[in-house]
């Protein structure tokens, strides 16, 4: 009996060892399944950005990698109603000449078969579309305009090369020249390959709010948003607020702005409208305008408006307050710039009604 007892003592740590390492393998596992769920909790997913439009703030559940277009449409009472403003996600509005308006549209979110009518470049435009690294498409350009598109590189496609070629530009029968040259929007990125301009590219996304933040936006009332370009000619640009869609739909000199093909109004998410200076440099009326200084700003959203800076921040202008960004709401946006004479509280009117 105490023979059996001895041995018995002896293997009882073996058996406490086989026991330990019998139970020693379970809980590791068990450790290492739980450490390898919490890496899985943890590992970083890809950037919002690589499946949001930088321009729209709008998500996708597809890279987001195609360049953006710039492409001057015409604004001329004749050149009315345009193709393809309802697919642009920016689309700036500026004088060109004498009190009318041109329009730079830029595209990237969505493409549309065709749109213009398409015109001649100007400095300020070409600039503004180099500063969001956008190919620039035009027609025709007054020869110290070519040679600063020239000078200053700028990756563009000139309809005045392609003119009615059937590829890249159409002059359409149902309008008369200079306003019936029409851009082919499936030939763009072929055609800038063929001149060594980049077809991708990925870019940051302009500063946007979230759902949430949209529906507690602040400022006054602004049902109604009046631009008088000219109080002389009258040229003017309205907005009206759509209160159950949250959007404003745009009208010129009365009219209210559509796609010629279908009549789809043309809505926005977001006005900002810019004061800066102008200065006639020619005989024709062409202009300079600053757009780089910055200056006061209107930005409207939500039927509210608010009074803003404007800033140029690396190419892009931007609503200010406090030197910090104001976010635009997720959607489209018209940037209408105004002269700084006689500025935004005479050209501007603003109504709740």
Partial sequence: MRKFLVCLFLFMPVLLVACSDDEEPGAQDSESKEHAVDEKEQAPEPPDDMNTYPLTGVKTDQPVNNRIVSVMVNNHPKARPQTGLSKADIIFEMLAEGRITRLLAMYQSEQPDVAGPVRSAREYY?????????????????????????????????????????????????????????????????????????????????????????????????????????????????????????????????????????????????????????????????????????????????GKVREVQWENRNGRIIPVQDGDPVKFVQGKTWINVIPADPGISQSVTISNE
Avoid: C, W
């Fill in 126 to 302: 070409f600039e503004i579309a180099n500063g969001y690294d956008a190919l620039y498409i035009h027609h025709g350009a007054a020869n110290f305009v070519k040679d600063m598109i020239q000078n200053r590189a700028i990756d563009h496609l000139d309809g005045a090369i392609y003119d009615n070629d059937g590829n890249l530009f159409k002059r359409e029968s149902f309008r008369s020249a200079p306003h019936n040259s029409y851009l082919q929007f499936d030939a763009v990125y072929d055609t800038a390959e063929q001149k060594g301009y980049g077809v991708s590219e990925t870019y940051d996304p302009l500063p946007f709010t979230t759902e949430e933040e949209a529906a507690d936006i602040s400022g006054d009332p602004a049902v109604s948003v009046e631009i008088d370009y000219s109080s002389r000619l009258k040229y003017i640009v309205e907005y009206k607020y759509d209160e159950k869609n949250g959007v404003y739909t745009r009208y010129s000199d009365g009219e209210q702005t559509v796609e010629r093909n279908s009549g789809e109004p043309i809505t926005t998410d977001n006005i900002l409208i810019v004061e800066t200076s102008h200065r006639v440099i020619d005989d024709a009326g062409r202009r300079e305008i600053d757009i780089t200084s910055g200056g006061n700003a209107y930005l409207i959203q939500k």
